[in-house]
Each structure stands twice: as C-alpha cells, then as structure tokens.
C-alpha cells in the first residue's frame, strides 16, 4: 500500500504493517487501526479517547484551535443569531435547514407529543421532594420506554423517528413537572400555541390562579442557550448515548444514560458549579486566594467554567453567550447582585493571569449560561437540567445517524491490563 498510509513497526520484533489514513471533509486525519490487533497483536492505549476518533460523523464540526463549531456545516455564530433552537434541533436530525412548510411540520410534531402519560406524573409523585431535579431525569426519561412500547423497534425508521420527536417534545415538560414536584408545585400542562422555549417557562413558572406572563428577555437568552448547547460531537454525555446504544437499547434507556453523564461537575454540571463557586467566594476580596488555590498543585480546586478538553484557543460558544450575557445584565433593571461583579472580576483576572493563559483556560459556555441563568430566576438545581433538555437534539441525532451507521458494532473498549497475571486459590481459614 503507497501513500495514504502509515507504516507502524514494532521494534521489539521488527514486526510492521500498515494502516490506511482516512481523511476527513475537514479537520484530522484518523489512522484505520482496526486491522491493529489482528496484524501487529497490539491495542491502542488512549485514557480519555483524546485521540480516538469512534465514529465517522456528519453532524457538527468542531475545531478546538481555532474556535470553530458547525452544525451540518452552518457556523454557530449564524445558527445563533438568525435561527431557533427547534429549528437548529430540525437541521440537525435531518441535515437540512427545513422549508417553511417541513419546519410548520415538525413543530406541530412536536407540539403533539408535549404531554406525558399520567402514570408518568405518579412515577414523579414517588420522588422525595428534596431530590435532585438530575437524578428524577435520569429515572423519568429511562422510565419513557415502559410507556411507549409502539415506537421501541429500533431497526424501524419510523418508530426510531417518533421515538426522536416524543424525546425532544417531553424534555421540557417532564424536567418542569421534576422542578414543580420539587417544590410543592400543580403540574401546569403545555400549551400548543406557546413556542418551544416559551412553553417550557410558562410549564415552569406559571400558577393555576394566576397568568404567567413570559418575559421577551427571558425567551431570547434561553433560546440562545439552548442553541448552543444543542449539540458537540463525540462528548462524554453523547458518546454515553452511542456506547449504550451499540447494544440496541433502546433510546429512551440510552438518553437516560446521556442524562447521567451529562450531570457530572467536568460536564453539564459546571454551570450550576459556576454559581456555587461564586456564592462560595462571596466577597471580590477573596478573589485572589480562590485563584491561588486554582495555580496550585497541591490543591485539587479549580475554577469551574474555566477550561475545555477541546478548546485550546476560545469555546466559540463563550464568544457568543458572553456578549449575551453581557447584554442581559444590563437590559434587566435591578439585577446589580455582588455575584455577577464576582464573576466579571474572576473573568478579567483570570485572562490576565500566567497560569490560565499558558494553559489557554478560557471561561467557557457554562461560565456565561450559569450567570444568564441565575439572572434569569432559574433554580440552581435546574441549570443542569437546561443543557440536558438542550443536548437532547444532539443525542437523538447522534442516535439516529449511528442507528444506520453499517461500520458501527457494539461498543467494547480493550484495556491495559495491569493486576496480578495468575494466582491459586486460598481458603478463607488460610488467608
Ligand atoms: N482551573 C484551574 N486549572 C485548570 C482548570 C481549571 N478550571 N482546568 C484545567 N486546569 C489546568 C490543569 O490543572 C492542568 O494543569 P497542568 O498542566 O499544570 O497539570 C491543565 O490546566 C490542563 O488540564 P486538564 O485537566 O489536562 O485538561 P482537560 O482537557 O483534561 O480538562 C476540563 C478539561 C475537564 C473542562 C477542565 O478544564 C475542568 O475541569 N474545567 C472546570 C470544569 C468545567 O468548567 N467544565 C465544563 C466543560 S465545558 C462543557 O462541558 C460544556
């Protein structure tokens, strides 16, 4: 084989061979190193995946070094001033922006299947009041696939599609009907002649005796949050989806499994850590030592919202949402709490400092949608609920697009094994 190829040899036998190199529309190249085990007896050792491309993608494109991110080839900054989140969700399923008349289609879709099973609602009933808004996700969303047994084959387009809409349509009410449990509150069902986004404050915030009025303000950064945080390639939470869904699970388990990874601190849960952190400092003056704590090594702090695996330059979507951000903190009268001075002084420090800017840890996206948040009323506990109601149309996407995908198998990482290689047996009494 000549050209588009590396040679790999194993110098401890001389043994070699070669792999093909497979190019990308855009962005790096991967070696084809499924053939590695068969012909050189090696694995690859990749913690992290942070070089493993594991799966050929159409969806978005991402490049951490020069700040790029594209769904289906449209740059975020386009997507997020001249579209909407239900659209941008449309463009990213089907790869096309829709017609008029395709997008009236898919928003009546989705508008059909807003309400859930009452069963679900004593499924919710059964969650203690204090618990986390994430953790009911996590079990209300898995729970979906013992309410819709006609859309559970997933080797049938159209129940994989139905299965997609009904995902992307329940989001937001079942993460309001999670918050209004929390806290004591009716359900309030959705209205169909409410947008996407407006639906889901009016599902939050409205009262039975009392009209809910929605604020403009409070539509647009939300629209815009979600937006950006619609999609983002192989990350933990949508590589959680794909690894469970190589099995065949079905959807409902599988974005239930992307809810839980999505939870954690290093990912969906840094913008409700963002707050924390901030009402942690409290006072401008103890700025300086959370950010010596965050320099020093022997310390495991650091300063959440600061920091991407694959932005090394700037989050593009930080560029955008900060300036939002911005916007909104002087667009809403009264909002003049110390936490956002905070947060506008840790920024600042933070990009004049040494240590963040040889490491080019930038604030990123949750920095900024944590603040527009938290200007917007939002309970702290529901910022993480936010983005996974968000990246639901990027994990159906990724879903359905590996769903046909003929190259994907089962997932199942190798390893390095490193325990003892061989030992007999030892009674107890001899122990
Ligand atoms: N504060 C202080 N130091 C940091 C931070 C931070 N937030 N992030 C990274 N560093 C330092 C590390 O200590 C390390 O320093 P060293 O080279 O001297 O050892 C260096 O920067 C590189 O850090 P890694 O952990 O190797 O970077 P990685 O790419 O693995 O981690 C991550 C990325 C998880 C986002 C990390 O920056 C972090 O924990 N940030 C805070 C949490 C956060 O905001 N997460 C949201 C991510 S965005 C999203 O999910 C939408």
Redesign the pocket.
């Known amino acids: 084989m000549a050209g588009n190829n590396v040679t790999i040899t194993d110098n401890r036998n001389g043994n070699s061979a070669e792999f093909e190199i497979l190019d990308p529309v855009v962005g790096n190249s991967s070696i084809d190193v499924r053939q590695l085990t068969s012909k050189l007896g090696l694995f690859t050792y990749d913690p ?1 995946f942070q070089a493993t491309a594991s799966c050929k993608s159409d969806i978005t494109y991402i490049d951490g070094d020069e700040g790029i991110l594209r769904y289906r080839g449209y740059p975020i900054e386009q997507l997020a001033n001249q579209s909407n989140y239900l659209e941008g969700s449309y463009l990213l399923m089907y790869g096309e922006l829709p017609t008029a008349e395709q997008f009236q289609a898919f928003e009546a879709s989705i508008k059909n299947h807003t309400i859930v099973h009452e069963g679900l609602m004593q499924f919710i009933n059964g969650f203690h009041n204090d618990a986390h808004p994430m953790a009911m996700m996590v079990g209300v969303v898995g729970a979906l696939s013992s309410f819709y047994h006609d859309s559970l084959d997933i080797n049938n387009p159209a129940h994989r599609d139905l299965s997609a809409h009904r995902l992307l349509a329940k989001m937001p009410t079942i993460a309001a009907l999670c918050y209004r449990h929390g806290n004591g509150l009716p359900p309030i069902y959705p209205r169909n002649d409410l947008s996407y986004i407006e639906n889901l404050l009016h599902m939050m915030f409205s009262f039975p005796s009392e009209e809910y009025k929605i604020s403009p303000i409070a539509t647009r950064a939300m629209e815009l949050v979600f937006i950006l ?1 619609a999609d ?1 390639e192989q ?2 939470s949508t590589s959680t989806v794909r690894l469970s869904s190589s099995s065949g699970a079905n959807p409902y388990a599988c974005i239930a499994a992307g809810i839980a990874s999505l939870w954690g ?4 849960g ?1 913008n409700e ?2 707050i924390r952190m901030l009402e942690e400092i409290n006072d401008p003056a103890e700025l300086p030592n959370y950010i010596a704590r ?2 020093d ?1 022997d310390d495991q ?10 932005y090394k330059n700037y ?1 593009p979507r930080a560029t955008i949402i900060r300036k939002a951000c911005n916007d909104l903190l002087d667009e809403m009268e009264g909002i003049n709490q110390p936490m956002f001075e905070i947060a506008k002084q840790l920024e600042r420090i933070a990009l004049e400092d040494e ?2 800017i040889e ?1 080019n ?1 930038y604030p ?4 900024y949608s944590g603040i527009i948040l938290k200007a917007l009323d939002m309970p702290l506990n529901m910022f993480t609920v936010v ?1 996974a109601m968000a990246r639901t149309a990027g994990w159906i996407s990724q879903w359905s697009e590996m769903m046909v995908d003929d190259e994907q198998r089962i997932g199942r990482p190798r390893q390095l094994y490193t325990g003892v290689e061989l030992r007999d047996y030892v009674g107890v009494g001899e122990r």
Not at 364 to 367: I, P
Request: aromatic fraction near 18%; avoid cysteine; glycine fraction near 12%.
């Open positions: 992290g945080h983002h990350n933990a601190p290093a990912h969906g840094a850590a963002v965050a320099k090594k702090y650091r300063l959440m919202g600061f920091g991407h695996r694959i989050d240590y963040f490491r840890l990123n996206v949750d920095f983005f």
